[in-house]
């Protein structure tokens, strides 16, 4: 958190710490830490089949960070609709990137779940 280091834990329980995340959401943000650590790089290229013809680095870091985060709640996270997942990135899209994001991370999710998942 800010420009100190240490590992993902330790960033997550200073964001705890200064109450900017309920501590009921750990779980959650742990495990999404780990599968994003563990299969990153197989999330980013089952997200470059959806891409069609882009490649991730071309992506703006916050909708790339949208797309792993969706990815690995859609591949890994079996306990959340997909139509969830690909809902709440779309949120995140529209909230804090482009006006164009929204239906960019939209358009990859849904081929990503099609083409990977369904």
């Not at 985060?69 to 690909?86: G, H, N, T």
């Amino acid at each position: 958190v800010g420009e100190r280091k240490g590992t993902v834990s330790e960033a997550l329980e200073a964001v705890v710490a200064m109450r900017r995340v309920a501590e009921s959401r750990m779980p959650y943000l742990r495990r999404l830490m780990a599968e994003l650590d563990v299969r990153g790089d197989e999330l980013d290229e089952l997200l470059e089949v959806a891409l069609d013809n882009w490649r991730m680095e071309r992506l703006a870091l916050l909708d790339r960070g949208i797309l792993r985060i969706a990815a690995a709640e859609l591949i890994c996270f079996d306990e959340i609709p997909p139509k969830v997942s690909i809902q709440e990135a779309v949120r995140l899209a529209e909230r804090y990137s482009s006006p164009e994001s929204p239906g960019f991370v939209n358009g990859v999710l849904d081929a990503l779940y099609k083409r990977v998942i369904a």
